[in-house]
């Protein structure tokens, strides 16, 4: 089996890390950058890969049925290099956000129906986690009741990419390079693990707003466009019919208070983690002799996969037919669109609707 890594930074050891892991007999690993320094430093950690100077002449070789290549790189370079990718041949599983806007996702998503590969999108590394599948167990079993609420806020004060967080990384300030700020960067994880838990047939923002909060040391020196705080009130429906309300808040940069707060509600009980890094308790609340009454679950992650793992682990799995997690072509499609629905009604003002059918996605406003 052949994994094909484009781009030899950070990310690019962080996946070749997790396929060594997957412990593959007979492995080759190869890598493309066009930063000899970046090839230098990788082959010290990785030797055993085969280096290359461009995607073009990595995946000029013919392919096999099980190749992978994996998109490492920003997100403005994400919609060629995986269509090179699948047009080669191979499968595609591409860094988040998968695309930078709604065309190149519909483009995409034909190459890959067309050539009959798997597109796939990094925004899985939190799920298959244990406190996800003990929600995910929740909201099933029906334990919750008819669920008609969950709350997803996340509000960092000062955590903006390109300004706190990998500050030489100016790339994510630029909309035209990242797509956006804080709904490209985390919106994808956001939207994997609403998605997983409710599996919606269809998704309305009823209201968005977003907003870029400014501080004393906003860079100058480079193009800043991209908002820093954002919310919505989305209407998801259900695949029995039923709705749920979803009160959606993310921010990198506010003046207001920092916390966090994900909920699930239903007509008998609720659920309360954390889906990333703050807590793996698992709360579970419902009624005895009316009154509320609460019990705490651990659920630690104490597989050697760990979350940066996941999207290579799942990947790997579904190319080869295996029972997996993976997030791929219409449901990688439906879940990007719900991030370019909340970008549309911010702008006009208008509701957006994203149907997500049995062979397509289809966006209705």
């Not at 000899?36 to 096999?64: C, D, T």
């Not at 939190?126 to 996800?132: C, D, I, Q, R, T």
């Not at 994510?172 to 990242?178: E, G």
């Not at 709904?183 to 609403?194: A, I, K, N, Q």
Request: glycine share 8%; proline share 5%.
């Amino acid at each position: 089996m052949r994994f094909y890594l484009i781009g030899a930074g950070v990310i690019g050891k962080t996946h070749a890390e997790a396929i060594r892991k997957l412990r593959i007999e007979g492995v080759e690993l190869c890598v493309a950058d066009p930063n000899p320094s970046a090839l230098a430093g990788f082959a010290e950690l990785y030797p055993e890969a085969r280096a290359f100077s461009s995607a073009e002449e990595m995946l000029a070789a013919p392919a096999a049925d099980d190749d992978i290549v994996i998109v490492g790189t920003p997100p403005f370079t994400h919609c060629r290099l995986s269509r090179l990718a699948l047009e080669s041949g191979r499968h595609v599983l591409c860094e988040k956000p998968l695309v930078m806007n709604r065309a190149e996702a519909e483009e995409l998503l034909a190459v890959a129906k067309a050539h009959d590969r798997l597109l796939g999108c990094c925004s899985v590394r939190f799920l298959g986690l244990p406190k996800m599948d003990e929600v995910k167990k929740l909201v099933q079993s029906g334990a919750l009741g008819d669920i008609y609420k969950a709350t997803f806020i996340y509000r960092g004060q000062r955590s903006r990419p390109g300004v706190e967080y990998q500050p030489e990384s100016k790339w994510f300030l630029d909309r035209s390079k990242s797509g956006g700020g804080i709904v490209m960067d985390w919106g994808p994880y956001d939207f994997s693990v609403l998605n997983e838990l409710l599996a919606p047939s269809s998704v309305e923002v009823a209201a968005a707003w977003t907003s870029k909060p400014q501080t004393q040391i906003d860079p100058t020196d480079t193009v800043y466009d991209v908002e820093g705080h954002v919310g919505a009130m989305l209407n998801y429906r259900l695949k029995d019919g039923k709705t749920v309300w979803v009160h959606y808040e993310r921010a990198s940069c506010t003046h207001g208070e920092a916390y966090h707060h994900v909920e699930i509600e239903g007509t008998l009980g609720a659920v309360r983690w954390s889906p990333y890094f703050e807590s793996d308790e698992v709360v579970y609340t419902r009624d005895r002799n009316g009154e509320p009454e609460s019990a705490i679950t651990l659920a630690v992650n104490e597989s050697e996969f760990g979350f940066m793992d996941h999207p290579v682990a799942f990947f790997y799995r579904k190319v080869k037919g295996e029972t997996s997690q993976a997030v791929v072509n219409e449901q990688a499609l439906f879940n990007f669109l719900c991030l370019q629905a909340l970008y549309d009604c911010a702008e006009t003002g208008k509701p957006q609707r994203i149907e997500r059918g049995t062979r397509n996605v289809n966006v209705r406003i």
